[in-house]
């Protein structure tokens, strides 16, 4: 800083010699046309006086503008003292590349991040955060946006206090989240913001419950089995050595024993892996109709012939997991042949592009004196549409009583399970695809007339078919 105050408080030879050598010819000029000593002293003084102030006037005017480049170089805020047009500029183009780095920052990190002001209104979010509270632009009420009194209590300290809080939070509907959000206050152009920034731990909690719930339920569910086939080990071994015909009996029973065990652990594995990625809705889309077509012509052609479905020509298109989906139809499909009867045929029903109301109407609406429950619903969606699943048996049916538990784990109705092998999980592992797949499970019974369990998954907008809303809900 010294070294160039010294190199602009200088002389400026060249600019001087320039001021001399105009001087010298302009009072020539003036002698010659005038022929005239005190003429040409007169305009050479005031031509020098003319030069000397404007020399002096771009040297100031220099400086200056020297002087304000640098300070602003130097990465300060100019001062609100100084209203000149250059330092609100400067001043203007800064803030607006800090909003601008600010908000690439936050839109860059992957967890969801809401900064709330003082006056509780949402002032910025990124695109996760979008997502995980479904915020619409028209939302700019914090409260309206997390409904949840213990956290909005917990902004506010932040803000009197300025201190930085960490809270835990869980949601049950749709599906099971946990949560850590941590709080913290900022200040910017004199007023106080909060900043949250939620980390799903979601995954993490599922896979220690997961492991702690598979243990529980296996050691339960394959004590029984494992004793069974102990206790015939040790009676071929002993009285029935020699009986081939009690050896043949019990073998056969053995045989079953282990393949339920091997069902069992299979099941249950199965809807360990489902309900730690539950939180987490599936993207793909998959044909609704393929699927359960494929599942069909996988069955025994004794089994087949008691189904009565038809594909239609067109793909019924759902967000889901092919993979997944199809579990759905062969779980509903086998229940249906199993606990229906010998003789019960099983009707299939699909039905797209419905409404959520319509949906539900579809799904167990069908059978006037039937008692009929949801066993799981989705979140309201009024933009959504559905396509409904319904498989239908005409076997004896469920008393009423029984069908809120239908869906839990290891629950079977003795009437009806007596004698028909199943490890209880079935239904259960429905109800969790259809959960992560944000749909809904819906049961119809009538006792004397059959069962009827629907399952309704979300429809791609994109994928469908041109029609008119009121056309959707006619149909």
């Known amino acids: 800083m010294p070294e160039s105050s010294s190199e602009r408080n200088a002389l400026n030879w060249p600019v001087i010699a320039t001021i001399l050598s105009v001087l010298f010819v302009a009072c020539g000029l003036i002698y010659g046309l005038s022929q005239n000593a005190m003429l040409t002293l007169s305009g050479g003084i005031g031509v020098g006086l003319t030069l000397a102030i404007g020399w002096w006037l771009g040297a100031e005017t220099t400086k200056t503008l020297f002087e304000r480049e640098n300070f602003l170089g130097q990465g300060e805020v100019t001062s609100r003292a100084d209203p000149s047009p250059l330092n609100e500029a400067a001043s203007a183009t ?18 969801p991040v ?9 002032v910025g979010t990124n695109q996760p955060a979008r997502d995980r509270f479904s915020i619409d632009t028209g939302q700019v009420r914090f409260s309206a946006v997390i409904r949840r009194p213990n956290l909005v209590d917990a902004v506010s300290d932040v803000f009197k206090t300025g201190l930085t809080r960490t809270l835990s939070i869980e949601s049950r509907v749709p599906v099971d989240r946990y949560e ?37 339920n296996a050691s339960h569910e394959l ?3 494992l004793a069974g086939i102990v206790g015939f080990i040790e009676t071929l071994r002993g009285p029935a050595r020699e009986d081939a015909v009690a050896r043949d009996r019990f073998l056969e029973i053995m045989h079953l024993q282990a393949d339920r065990m091997s069902r069992l652990i299979s099941d249950l594995l199965s809807l360990s892996r489902i309900e730690l990625n539950e939180h987490v809705a599936p993207t793909a889309r998959s044909d609704f109709a393929a699927a359960v077509q494929e599942i069909v012509e996988s069955m025994p052609p004794d089994k087949q012939k008691r189904i009565q479905f038809k594909a239609g020509d067109d793909p019924l298109w759902v967000i889901g997991d092919w993979d997944e989906i199809q579990q759905i139809a062969a779980n509903l499909i086998d229940n249906a042949l199993k606990y229906g009867g ?16 319509s949906a539900l109407r579809s799904a167990m609406r069908e059978w006037d004196g039937a008692s009929r429950l949801p066993l799981t619903s989705p979140e309201v969606d009024r933009d959504r549409l559905y396509c409904t699943l319904r498989v239908e048996d005409s076997g004896p049916g469920i008393a009423r009583q029984h069908l809120p538990r239908l869906s839990e784990r290891f629950y079977r109705i003795e009437e009806t399970a007596a004698g028909k092998s199943g490890t209880g999980l079935g239904l259960a592992i429905v109800k969790h695809i259809v959960n992560r797949h944000r749909g809904g499970l819906v049961v119809e019974s009538e006792q004397g007339r059959g069962t009827a369990f629907s399952v309704y998954l979300p429809q791609p907008l994109e994928l469908g078919p041109v029609r008119t809303m009121a056309e959707v809900q006619a149909s």
């Open 223 to 225: 004590r029984t089995p």
């Open 342 to 357: 010998a003789q019960s045929e099983v009707r299939i029903i699909l039905s797209a592009w419905l409404d959520r109301e």
């Open 180 to 216: 850590r959000v941590s709080i913290a206050a900022f200040e910017a152009d004199h007023e106080r913001f909060v900043l949250l920034s939620i980390q799903d731990e979601t995954e993490a909690r599922m896979s220690e419950r997961m492991r702690a719930d598979f243990l529980a």
């Open 114 to 122: 809401l900064i709330v002001d003082a006056v509780g209104r949402l």
């Open 94 to 111: 800064l803030v607006r590349d800090a909003v601008r780095f600010a908000r690439s920052a936050i839109e860059a990190t992957p967890n």
